[in-house]
Every structure is written in structure tokens, then in C-alpha cells.
């Protein structure tokens, strides 16, 4: 069984420029996460979405980040524009249904100059 | 007072030890996870565990919800077992928050 795919795996820009972050779930798998990880902390939910429409985005910095799983199997997660505090591992993770275990995709690493 | 704590923060030990990693959380859960994550950024679930305690190779996990607390034990440790070793809860139907995890480093 495929595992979660993620494009890019590292990422370098500059502030104030965009991004787009690629995610393919899981064959099957219900759910999407997108997650932050700062250095040094724990993963942060971005948002979740369950098929194709959004459960959580409470946490989603929504004046400058952006996702969509317009046919209920890929995502992508955009930020723009940029700030040096976006700096951090993008993680992308799926379950079949949202209480069950999450795989995770290898991330990418976005560092904003 | 972060909703997950973990302790130790970092733990350093020989191979061959027995490790103990602990997990604190401060309200009701439906689900605890154990997850694994090595160096490049890869994370790995170990277990999913809402009560008693689950084995998994030389993996043990525990939870005790009474006293809102979880242990995950690795047995026989390997240099391979180095990574950070993180906690996470789940509320009901709510997202999961996350410890800090907790960096593990096995020496030859």
C-alpha cells in the first residue's frame, strides 16, 4: 500500500512571495490533515478535511493560507504571502475516518528568508 | 500549562536500557497516540490506545485514565530507536493536540 505523497520536500522563498504545498492521501482514506511543525514543537492542525469538505480550520491563519481537496483525494495547501514565521515542516497526514490512526507523509520543509 | 506534557524533554541512555517516556494530559480523552518521528521529519504511529495497555515488538504502551497519564516503554534499546517519541490526545470528536515530544538518543 502507497503511503502518503508530499511535494515539494523543501522549499526556500522569500517573504512575501507564495508557496503551494501537494498532498495525495492514502487510497481510500477519508481524511486530510494539514499540520505545522515549528522546530522543536509538536504538530499544529492547519486543517481538516473529511471527503471533500472541511471539518477544522480554526487554527488555519486564513488572511494568508488557503487549502482545498476539491475532489476528495488531493490537497494542496497555499500561503500567500509569505512571513519569516511560516518557516516550519508542512505535514500531510490521512486516516480512513477521522478517529482512526493517522499516516503521515515525509513533509515539506519551507524556510521563509 | 500545556494541555499534553511529556517528561523527559530529552533522554540520553546506553543501548541495552530499558526506557520510560511519559505523557501527562489535564482533561478527558477518547484516544491517546504514540507517535515516532525521526530526523528529516517523518512521523511513524506506534499506537492508538483509549484504555490498558498495548505491546508492539519491544514497544509497550500504557494509559491509566483515572490518573490521566500514559507510558511508553521500549525494551532492549537499539541505536535505531533514536528519535523523538511524541503524545497526542483526542477530545471526543475534536482534533489532536500534541506534546512537545520528547528526544531519545540510544548510544552504541
Known amino acids: 500500500e502507497a503511503g502518503v505523497a508530499q511535494s515539494p520536500r523543501y522549499k526556500i522563498i522569500e517573504k512575501r512571495q507564495s508557496v503551494a504545498f501537494w498532498c495525495n492521501p492514502i487510497?481510500?482514506?477519508?481524511?486530510l490533515y494539514w499540520y505545522q511543525q515549528i522546530l522543536g514543537q509538536g504538530p499544529k492542525l492547519l486543517i481538516q478535511?473529511?471527503?471533500?469538505?472541511?471539518?477544522?480550520d480554526s487554527q488555519l491563519p486564513k488572511d494568508r493560507f488557503s487549502a482545498e481537496r476539491l475532489k476528495g483525494v488531493d490537497s494542496t495547501l497555499k500561503i500567500q504571502p509569505a512571513k519569516l514565521e511560516d518557516s516550519a515542516v508542512y505535514l500531510c497526514?490521512?486516516?480512513?475516518?477521522?478517529?482512526?490512526?493517522?499516516?503521515f507523509g515525509p513533509g515539506t520543509r519551507l524556510t521563509v528568508l | 500549562k500545556n494541555e499534553v506534557e511529556q517528561s523527559p524533554q530529552n533522554l540520553t541512555a546506553q543501548e541495552g536500557e530499558f526506557i520510560t517516556i511519559n505523557c501527562s494530559y489535564s482533561v478527558g480523552i477518547s484516544a491517546l497516540h504514540w507517535l515516532q518521528q525521526h530526523p528529516g521529519g517523518g512521523i511513524v504511529s506506534l499506537f492508538m490506545l483509549s484504555s490498558g495497555k498495548k505491546k508492539h515488538g519491544r514497544l509497550i504502551a500504557t494509559i491509566n485514565i483515572q490518573e490521566k497519564h500514559s507510558s511508553l516503554h521500549i525494551t532492549a534499546s537499539h541505536p535505531r530507536d533514536s528519535a523523538v517519541y511524541i503524545c497526542a490526545v483526542r477530545r471526543g470528536a475534536q482534533k489532536l493536540v500534541f506534546g512537545q515530544g520528547t528526544r531519545l538518543t540510544i548510544n552504541p
Open positions: 478535511f473529511q471527503n471533500n469538505g472541511v471539518v477544522d
Open positions: 497526514a490521512s486516516s480512513k475516518e477521522w478517529d482512526n490512526e493517522q499516516f
Open positions: 487510497s481510500g482514506h477519508a481524511t
